[in-house]
């Protein structure tokens, strides 16, 4: 037994004062690490579970100084004045950053304790009591670290704080049920039905996704079905129609939100020294938008849009 308090996560973000996921203002919790590796995930820095340095050329002002203070020369200039970490010589001592000025290099995830996050969420009681607000576990894929989540879950509910969940869906269906009484909202990742499409895109099949979310709309009262609309991979009438009839037939009235692909990750990528796996692919129009959402809605599906 381990008890609440020595439970830890590796934890990327704490963001305050969002308007999203979850009613009213919310604080989101983003947990580290995700067993999806989708190709337009806008996120990138959520998918490995250990802690990465993160380099901002917008930030950086080429003062070397970080690469003064590298014990290990993993940092140095490129002749066109980049700034370039390489990365298997990184040990992640963090000399470089504590000495950039403008914080052009920082980490992506640190190690929080319970406590640690309701110290933040603290802070904010007075605006989830005015606007019906409260915390929301996203990532990554918080089911990663189900063990601590439910520790910060029954700590909110033990100080009367409104809660909502993020998930992909593949994870254990123990660990899902076991949170489930603690959410009081749990948005649902649908990316596609097909086992072939959603592997190809995902890195993973979708059968554990489904078979999960079957059970918990018949456990659970206050379900979202969320789907991203991605070009070259859902975007279309067809894909579209099979997500629309699965939901149908496996979810009933659940209401679905279809979220529209951007790229505002792309430049994430590079600051973590990577590649963006969909670059090029187009957006998503308002028309188009409203199409899918007359298709789910023609089924009998609750649907809004969110471009």
């Not at 067993?35 to 380099?55: A, H, M, V």
Request: contains cysteine; aromatic residues 10%.
């Amino acid at each position: 037994f381990v008890s609440s308090s020595e439970k830890t996560a590796m934890i990327f973000d704490i963001q305050r004062y969002s308007l999203h996921d979850g009613s009213g203002l919310r604080t989101i919790v983003f947990f580290k690490g995700c067993p999806l590796r989708c190709r337009w995930c806008s996120n990138p820095e959520s998918q490995g579970s250990e802690k990465e340095i993160f380099l901002s050329e917008l930030n950086c002002i080429r003062c070397g100084t970080c690469v003064g203070a590298c014990p290990r020369g993993a940092l140095s200039f490129e002749p066109s004045g980049s700034l370039v970490l390489d990365r298997t010589q990184c040990d992640l001592c963090g000399e470089c950053i504590e000495a950039c000025p403008s914080g052009a290099l920082r980490f992506s995830g640190e190690v929080y304790g319970v406590e640690d996050v309701m110290k933040a969420v603290r802070r904010d009681i007075p605006f989830y009591r005015c606007s019906g607000g409260g915390v929301t576990l996203s990532g990554g894929e918080p089911l990663q670290q189900w063990q601590f989540a439910e520790a910060l879950l029954e700590a909110c509910y033990h100080e009367g704080i409104d809660t909502a969940m993020e998930t992909c869906g593949f994870a254990a269906w123990e660990h899902l049920e076991r949170l489930s009484p603690l959410l009081g909202q749990i948005f649902y990742d649908v990316k596609h039905v097909d086992p072939e499409r959603h592997q190809a895109g995902t890195g993973q099949e979708c059968g554990i996704i489904l078979d999960n979310l079957k059970n918990l709309v018949t456990l659970h009262p206050d379900v979202v079905i969320r789907v991203p609309v991605i070009p070259g991979f859902n975007a279309d009438g067809e894909d579209m129609g099979r997500i629309a009839r699965w939901v149908r037939d496996n979810a009933g009235r659940t209401p679905v939100e279809l979220m529209a692909y951007h790229r505002y990750g792309e430049k994430k990528y590079e600051s973590l020294g990577r590649e963006y796996p969909w670059k090029g692919a187009p957006s998503v129009s308002r028309e188009e938008m409203d199409g899918f959402r007359a298709l789910f809605e023609n089924m009998g599906v609750p649907c809004r849009q969110i471009n």
